[in-house]
Structures are given as structure tokens and as C-alpha cells.
């Protein structure tokens, strides 16, 4: 299986800090972002390439020396985490990772330029996996430890299942957020189909009067049916700037009279979209002060 990880954005929102470097080797406590995202596909099996779409030539040059590197520093780097007080396993050590240089078309104009890189070098499998590159969880593990890793395995199954019994084509992973927090995000309706949740809709960045209790946001992660979107490529991703994978898929999916997109809710303890300056010193606070508060 193959992932796409989307990190052609500016950073603007994190300006002054992103003209130094891109948003991806922003730190929090010590460890680039980046390496946060990569530990979620370190950790699962079922993807045997990542793609990460980059922007510029700068940035692409810096990432691409950067994974040939890092290889070596693994283990040490899984030890950093733990220092911190979170375990990190490693258990998908053949993944190779490929940078793509795009050109900042928004996420559905990104995804389609890699989309055309990767069938035209070989192909793209059933499904896929798409997500962008700004997040930062924690999860409670069942032996009770704390993990920075997401269970992306457990994501893709709810996919494939749901697309057997119900037909959907894309799944989208929701996270349950505080109501002032959702105001800034899509906020997903959500309706059981036969034991699954399909998505009915989205409210995007809603009014906090107009937001119920426990609002489902999306969660910036999806899997997709290859034989679906390739099929209709160009009429859901055209390749033009400003093209979005929310508005031009999602969305549209929604709309749809038999369920077609499905939704996955994460089972999180934190879950941080980094993508201004606060949530950037937020993270650093919340991943550095765990380990004490556990003492």
C-alpha cells in the first residue's frame, strides 16, 4: 500500500519561525515535526511506500538529504522519544520514502501531481493513504503506556471493511474536539449506517452557537479507493491551482445518495493540528510536560 503525506503548504501561519525552515522541521521538545508524522508509518506494515510532497526546491533538497540520513540514527531517535516518556516502536523497517516536488496547488492540487508521479512510475495499488503533515497525537496504549504513534492499521481495516459491507470509497478520519476548538475546522455529521459511520456532510468552520457538544472534526487523514478516484480523476482532482481535496472530494462525496464516504473516529488522548504559532507552543508544552506530570 502506498501513503501520500502533504507538505507543500507555505507555513504562513507559523511566520516568523517558517522563513527560517519549513513547518515540517519545526521542533517540538527536541524532535522535528517531521519525525513525529514519519513514526505513524514507521509503525505500520501495511505501507510499503511513503510519498512526501514537498514544495520548493530548497525544502525538497533539505528533505531528501535529510531521509537519506536518518536511517542510521533510528534507534536513536526512537530512544529520544523515550526519553520524553513515550514509546515508539519501529515495525515496518522496509518502508522507503520518496520526496515529490509540487507546486503549492492546495491539497487536491498537490495530491493530483503526485498522484501522476506514482501511477506513471508503476502504479498505485487498491487503496491508498493520504494525510497532511502538521499533527501531533497522543494515545494511551493497553499495557497503559503513552504513545506519539497513530494506528493507521486500524484505519485502513475500517476502510475495507466498511467498503465491503456498505460500498463506501473513502474513509476520513474525525477527532472529537473542545467546542471553541472546532470553530476553526470542518465540522463532520456523522450517521450510523449497518454498525459504521457514514458521512452525511460538512459544517465548515461553524459558528460555537451552532456547534453541539462533542463536535467531530476532520482529522486531516484519509483512504481512498484507487479504482474510484483514478477512474474520475479529472473530474474530482483537476489539475489547477486551488484545487481542494475537502470542497472537491469530500464534500462532493457527501452529496451522494448511497453512503460513500465513511468515518473513522480517533480514540485519542491529545490531538494537535500545528498550524500557527500557539498551537506550535501549545504542543511543545503538552509533549514536554507529560513525563513530568507521570513522575
Known amino acids: 500500500m502506498k501513503a501520500i503525506m502533504l507538505a507543500a503548504g ?11 525552515s519549513p513547518k515540517m522541521f519545526q521542533q517540538v521538545a527536541g524532535i522535528p515535526l517531521l519525525e513525529y508524522m514519519l513514526s505513524w508509518f514507521g509503525g505500520t506494515p501495511e505501507i510499503e511506500k511513503l510519498y512526501i510532497v514537498a514544495r520548493n526546491g530548497a525544502a525538497v533538497s533539505t528533505l531528501k538529504s535529510y531521509i537519506e540520513k536518518r536511517e542510521s540514527y533510528l534507534a536513536q531517535i526512537v530512544e529520544l522519544f523515550g526519553q520524553l516518556g513515550y514509546k515508539v516502536e519501529y515495525t515496518n523497517p522496509g518502508l522507503e520514502i520518496e520526496v515529490v ?30 494525510c497532511n ?15 506519539l504513534q497513530l ?22 478520519a474525525f477527532v472529537v474536539v473542545a467546542r471553541e476548538e472546532a470553530t476553526r475546522f470542518g465540522v463532520g455529521q456523522l450517521e450510523e449506517v449497518d454498525g459504521f459511520k457514514v458521512v452525511r456532510g460538512f459544517v465548515e468552520k461553524p459558528d460555537i452557537k451552532d456547534i453541539a457538544d462533542d463536535p467531530p472534526i476532520n482529522a486531516g487523514i484519509c483512504v481512498i479507493d484507487s479504482q474510484f478516484l483514478l477512474s474520475r480523476l479529472d473530474e474530482f ?19 451522494e445518495a448511497r453512503p460513500m464516504l465513511a468515518g473513522y473516529l480517533l480514540d485519542l488522548c491529545a490531538w494537535f493540528d500545528v498550524g500557527t504559532l500557539e498551537q506550535l507552543i501549545k504542543v511543545n508544552i503538552y509533549i514536554a510536560s507529560q513525563k513530568g506530570g507521570r513522575r
Open 10 to 20: 507555505e507555513g504562513t501561519r507559523c511566520y516568523p519561525f517558517t522563513y527560517l
Open 101 to 130: 516536488e509540487a507546486y503549492g496547488w492546495g491539497t487536491g492540487g498537490d495530491l493530483r501531481h503526485a498522484l501522476n508521479a506514482i501511477v506513471s512510475a508503476g502504479g498505485l495499488g487498491e487503496d491508498f493513504l493520504v
Open 133 to 147: 503533515a502538521d499533527y501531533v497525537i497522543n494515545r494511551k496504549l493497553a499495557d497503559g503506556a503513552l504513545s
Open 151 to 172: 494506528d493507521l492499521s486500524d484505519i485502513i481495516d475500517y476502510h475495507r471493511r466498511c467498503r465491503k459491507a456498505l460500498g463506501t470509497v473513502m474513509t476520513v
Open 237 to 255: 482532482l483537476p489539475e489547477k491551482p486551488g484545487t481542494s481535496l475537502e470542497r472537491n472530494v469530500m464534500e462532493r462525496l457527501t452529496r
